[in-house]
């Protein structure tokens, strides 16, 4: 069977081989005047988005507002709250690197709740989605922790509206719904936020695969710039 086998593959590189090698051939590849647009902590959450996407054309929609990494490493060292609009983002966020910032860390600490009976019935009273019930209905958990948007962007035009009127103030908002209906729209509110540290994925782009590389890249960065 071995036979049969292209032999230009690497069939025996390990994950972090391979992933090593595909940080190097972006750094290989990137254009030096997209790279020095990012400082280094902003360039380890690019570099990761472009190695989720294989697209280097996402340097060119990727914002960082309010200094988001520095703000992102102090709230996961001191284990704030991380909500996420979709159940993807927390099943692909990895727990031992969260954990290595904060012990507190688990799986359970991330904050799904879009399938909680509550949230399903408040998005029948109210005709909304699951994703708006469900950041309606957990405020508290969001205000001062790190809010995660790959999916829905109605949640994260209720978390912006929610900041716009003091209701509350996240750490960090990783902005990165996809799709065609709201999502331009939710993004541009959300870049009224002045005062609240942000990376958003401006247009139509996005997604939840994207919103778990965003934070990791700046947990990343937390250990490759001590």
């Given at each position: 069977m071995?036979?049969?086998?292209?032999?230009?593959i690497?069939?025996?590189?390990?994950?972090?081989?391979?992933?090593?090698?595909?940080?190097?051939?972006?750094?290989?590849?990137?254009?030096?005047?997209?790279?020095?647009?990012?400082?280094?902590?902003?360039?380890?959450?690019?570099?990761?988005?472009?190695?989720?996407t294989?697209?280097f054309?996402?340097?060119d929609?990727?914002?960082?507002?309010?200094d988001?990494v520095?703000?992102?490493?102090?709230?996961?060292?001191?284990?704030?709250?991380?909500?996420?609009?979709?159940?993807?983002?927390?099943?692909?966020?990895?727990?031992?690197?969260l954990?290595?910032?904060?012990?507190?860390?688990?799986?359970?600490?991330?904050i799904?709740?879009?399938?909680?009976?509550?949230?399903?019935e408040l998005?029948?009273?109210?005709?909304?989605?699951?994703?708006?019930?469900g950041?309606?209905?957990?405020?508290?958990?969001?205000?001062?922790?790190?809010?995660?948007?790959?999916?829905?962007?109605?949640?994260?035009?209720?978390?912006?509206?929610?900041?716009?009127a003091?209701?509350?103030?996240?750490?960090?908002?990783?902005?990165?719904?996809?799709?065609?209906?709201?999502?331009?729209?939710?993004?541009?509110?959300?870049?009224?936020?002045?005062?609240?540290?942000?990376?958003?994925?401006?247009?139509?782009?996005?997604?939840?695969?994207?919103?778990?590389?965003?934070?990791?890249?700046?947990?990343?960065?937390?250990?490759?710039?001590?």
């Amino acid at each position: 069977m071995n036979d049969y086998k292209c032999k230009s593959i690497s069939w025996n590189a390990s994950g972090a081989e391979i992933e090593a090698e595909s940080f190097r051939r972006i750094e290989a590849e990137i254009a030096p005047e997209v790279r020095c647009r990012f400082s280094p902590g902003e360039w380890r959450v690019v570099r990761r988005l472009i190695h989720t996407t294989a697209d280097f054309a996402i340097a060119d929609v990727v914002g960082f507002k309010n200094d988001p990494v520095s703000a992102g490493l102090s709230a996961l060292r001191n284990g704030a709250g991380i909500y996420s609009d979709s159940n993807m983002i927390k099943a692909g966020l990895s727990v031992s690197k969260l954990s290595s910032f904060n012990s507190n860390y688990s799986r359970d600490s991330i904050i799904c709740p879009s399938l909680n009976a509550p949230v399903g019935e408040l998005a029948r009273q109210r005709h909304i989605t699951r994703a708006l019930a469900g950041v309606e209905l957990y405020l508290d958990k969001i205000d001062n922790g790190i809010f995660l948007c790959g999916n829905a962007p109605l949640a994260l035009a209720g978390v912006a509206e929610a900041v716009l009127a003091g209701r509350i103030k996240p750490r960090l908002i990783i902005a990165m719904p996809v799709g065609f209906v709201n999502v331009v729209e939710s993004k541009e509110l959300a870049l009224q936020l002045n005062d609240v540290p942000m990376i958003i994925l401006n247009g139509r782009r996005g997604g939840s695969p994207l919103a778990v590389a965003a934070l990791h890249g700046i947990m990343e960065s937390g250990v490759e710039l001590q």
